[in-house]
């Protein structure tokens, strides 16, 4: 798997950077999703596949990609297929550090440094290739209003981009809501990203008790919301933020 390509964890912490404050929005339910968005991009990869609502490991051969090679292992090592749920759920300590820590290096973001009460110490991360999230944008713009089928990446990003509550940070308002719907409807057009997004939901929703069915085509056209999480990420802000009771968030600054 080529570096060329952005993968799809690092689109959506994309998608969450507010270009004006530096901070992510949903931070908590971020986090899923990006765990969440590994799997994607593994699916993709040729790497893993859906087995009902469960995931297996398919080609344990690395992609090339540190982060998703570390997911790939922790998979291969359950050695049978996880729940999707149970996966999302579980700690995933420092990940968004670590993808907003890549984009730094890949010249995509830059981090700036600063105090909360002139006292602790904070870090926020600021796009510097905006022409990149642009695109971005632009790819689900394009799918939100054209109502042709998205690719597979395209469907993913916005099944996983409203599953952790970005619509309201992309498509604010009342001017937004008809887009806010149809974010959420392109939930269809890809098996594995609408798995991942309604598991993803359901961990926040703490609906991982029962197995649920497989996502075919039209499941999940919006039955299912994500937990509100109103606020955006006040990035540099002390303390720890639980991710509804499936480990902590500790990191000062990578919030």
């Known amino acids: 798997m080529g570096r060329s390509r952005r ?63 570390s997911a790939l292992e922790l998979l291969r090592r359950r050695g049978s297929p996880v729940r999707a749920v149970h996966w999302i759920g579980g700690p995933r300590l420092g990940l968004r550090q670590t993808y907003l820590t890549h984009l730094e290096r890949c010249g995509m973001v830059h981090a700036v440094a600063g105090q909360m009460c002139g006292v602790l110490p904070t870090t926020r991360y600021q796009a510097t290739e905006t022409a990149i999230s642009r695109e971005i944008r632009t790819r689900l713009d394009n799918a939100i209003r054209t109502g042709v089928p998205p690719d597979p ?48 939901m359901d961990v926040q929703n703490g609906v991982a008790a029962q197995p649920r069915r497989s996502a075919g ?39």
């Open 153 to 200: 990446r395209t469907a993913a990003l916005a099944a996983l981009a409203h599953a952790v509550g970005l619509g309201k940070h992309l498509y604010p308002g009342n001017e937004g809501r008809s887009s806010r719907s149809r974010l959420r409807d392109l939930i269809r057009h890809d098996p594995m990203g609408g798995l991942v997004a309604h598991a993803v």
């Open 7 to 69: 993968t799809i964890p690092e689109e959506l912490l994309l998608l969450a950077l507010d270009p004006a404050t530096g901070t992510t929005a949903q931070p908590q339910s971020l986090d899923l999703g990006l765990a969440g968005a590994q799997l994607v991009e593994l699916a993709l990869a040729g790497r893993i596949a859906p087995d009902g609502d469960r995931i297996a490991v398919v080609m344990a051969r690395p992609t090339g990609d540190p982060t998703l090679d």
């Open 217 to 255: 085509p039209g499941a999940g056209s919006g039955t299912r919301q994500a937990a509100a999480h109103p606020t955006a990420d006040a990035t540099g802000v002390p303390g720890q933020s639980r991710r509804h009771g499936h480990g902590s968030m500790a990191r000062v600054g990578a919030r």
